[in-house]
């Protein structure tokens, strides 16, 4: 169902909807007509204000469930509260402090990130995530070892001394010559070189026809450089943090959607890929329910927003999943700050 324009609710609606919503995500309880005739102000009748929210259910925007007479807003309902009405509010100073204490510049990036995710997650009582950023791998040794007529073994050894396999399709016709010539190039010329780097080395001199290696020998080693740069891209490193706060006293009532979302969770590829998609962002993206396949079963949320380099450059991205029914007025702008405090440590 298309959203329904902000504007084309009338004042009185507009007042109605909005208080549905917010005592919805205060509680999680569906708000029924006699409760929102007590609130001050609203000098409307049960009556008056019921055939509103039905008006607000033809419209896509409130659902009734079959156990209340209440209603709730369904998930096209909390997109346009989102995206029209939230009044955010900034974070407390406590909160600042408490995310700023834990992005320190010594040691470890991953061990800061971990340590933003888990206070983030602890303040949202959601889950953290937080996407490590993507770095490319410098390289020191490297090595082809035939495993096959059709499939080489190719064996890098980083300036940290990591070591890391790759399985290589080969044409047969390529000789065990062209394997120890392949790998020694890579060890000899293009070591100390990130394998981007690398590879732009080897294009460069092949042009200036400086490579010294024959066509079989050039095509390994550009084989062998650029599946590491696309496996790097195609599983990008995830940190979760705080599953627990997702298994509270309010998921008790809903312990399978619960279970869904630990279920889906496991799966921290198709969540990286997700939360991925929120590098073009500005500034916060919103995922509601199953506005994204991963978590339509669930019915959960995502607030996520990217982190940047010195240079501006995107990087990484954090956020929190948890069900829709989120303060979002108070987390889409926690999620913010801590991707700004993020991106003041990123060098």
Same mark, same amino acid.
Request: aromatic fraction near 4%; glycine fraction near 6%.
């Given at each position: 169902?298309?959203?329904?324009?902000?504007?084309?609710? *009338?004042?009185?609606?507009?007042?109605?909807?909005?208080?549905?919503?917010?005592?919805?995500?205060?509680?999680?309880?569906?708000?029924?007509?006699?409760?929102?005739?007590?609130?001050?102000?609203?000098n409307?009748?049960?009556? =008056?204000?019921?055939?509103?929210?039905?008006? /607000?259910?033809? !419209?896509?925007?409130? $659902?009734?469930?079959?156990?209340?007479?209440?209603?709730?807003?369904?998930?096209?309902? /909390?997109?346009?509260?989102?995206d029209?009405?939230?009044?955010?509010?900034?974070? =407390?100073?406590?909160?600042?402090? !408490?995310i700023?204490?834990?992005?320190?510049?010594?040691?470890?990036?991953?061990?800061?990130?971990?340590?933003?995710?888990? &206070?983030?997650?602890?303040?949202?009582?959601?889950?953290g995530?937080?996407? &490590?950023?993507?770095?490319?791998?410098?390289?020191?040794?490297?090595? #082809? !070892?035939?495993?096959?007529?059709?499939?080489?073994?190719?064996?890098?050894?980083?300036?940290? *001394?990591?070591?890391?396999?790759?399985?290589? !399709?080969?044409? +047969?016709?390529?000789?065990?010559?062209?394997?120890?010539?392949? =790998?020694?190039?890579?060890?000899?010329?293009?070591?100390?070189?990130?394998?981007?780097?690398?590879?732009?080395?080897?294009?460069?001199?092949?042009?200036?026809?400086? $490579?010294?290696?024959?066509?079989?020998?050039?095509?390994?080693? %550009?084989?062998?450089?650029?599946?590491?740069?696309?496996?790097?891209?195609?599983? +990008?490193?995830l940190?979760v %943090?705080?599953?627990?706060? /997702?298994?509270?006293?309010? $998921?008790a009532?809903?312990?399978?959607?619960?279970?869904?979302?630990?279920?889906?969770?496991?799966?921290?590829?198709?969540? $990286?890929?997700?939360?991925?998609?929120?590098?073009?962002?500005?500034?916060?993206?919103? #995922?509601i329910? =199953?506005?994204?396949? /991963?978590?339509?079963?669930?019915g959960?949320? &995502?607030?996520?927003?990217?982190?940047?380099?010195?240079?501006?450059?995107? &990087?990484?991205?954090?956020?929190?999943?948890?069900?829709?029914?989120?303060?979002?007025?108070?987390?889409?702008p926690?999620?913010? #700050?801590?991707?700004?405090?993020?991106? %003041?440590?990123?060098?």
């Open positions: 169902m298309s959203q329904i324009p902000i504007n084309e609710l *009338n004042d009185r609606t507009r007042v109605i909807f909005r208080m549905v919503v917010e005592s919805y995500l205060d509680n999680g309880a569906p708000v029924g007509s006699r409760t929102l005739s007590k609130f001050a102000g609203l409307l009748s049960p009556a =008056s204000i019921r055939n509103v929210m039905q008006d /607000l259910e033809e !419209a896509g925007l409130l $659902a009734s469930p079959h156990t209340s007479a209440g209603r709730v807003p369904t998930e096209s309902g /909390l997109r346009l509260f989102v029209g009405m939230m009044q955010s509010a900034e974070p =407390s100073m406590e909160e600042r402090r !408490a700023e204490s834990q992005i320190i510049s010594e040691g470890p990036i991953e061990e800061a990130l971990a340590a933003a995710t888990s &206070v983030l997650s602890g303040l949202s009582a959601c889950a995530i937080v996407l &490590v950023p993507k770095r490319d791998a410098v390289l020191k040794a490297f090595n #082809f !070892a035939r495993l096959s007529p059709t499939q080489v073994l190719a064996i890098m050894v980083g300036s940290d *001394n990591s070591v890391e396999n790759r399985l290589v !399709a080969i044409d +047969p016709t390529v000789s065990d010559s062209a394997l120890v010539e392949a =790998s020694n190039y890579i060890s000899a010329r293009l070591s100390g070189l990130t394998l981007s780097e690398a590879l732009e080395h080897l294009d460069r001199e092949i042009r200036a026809e400086q $490579a010294e290696l024959d066509a079989a020998s050039q095509k390994l080693v %550009r084989d062998g450089l650029a599946i590491w740069s696309l496996d790097a891209n195609d599983r +990008p490193v940190i %943090r705080g599953q627990s706060n /997702l298994i509270d006293d309010a $998921a009532a809903d312990l399978d959607r619960v279970r869904q979302l630990l279920d889906e969770l496991e799966s921290k590829e198709e969540i $990286a890929r997700l939360v991925d998609s929120a590098r073009d962002a500005q500034s916060t993206r919103i #995922f329910g =199953s506005e994204n396949n /991963l978590f339509s079963l669930s959960s949320s &995502v607030i996520a927003a990217p982190y940047r380099e010195a240079g501006g450059k995107v &990087v990484g991205v954090v956020g929190v999943i948890g069900p829709t029914r989120l303060n979002y007025a108070r987390i889409v926690m999620v913010d #700050f801590t991707a700004q405090a993020l991106s %003041r440590l990123i060098k």
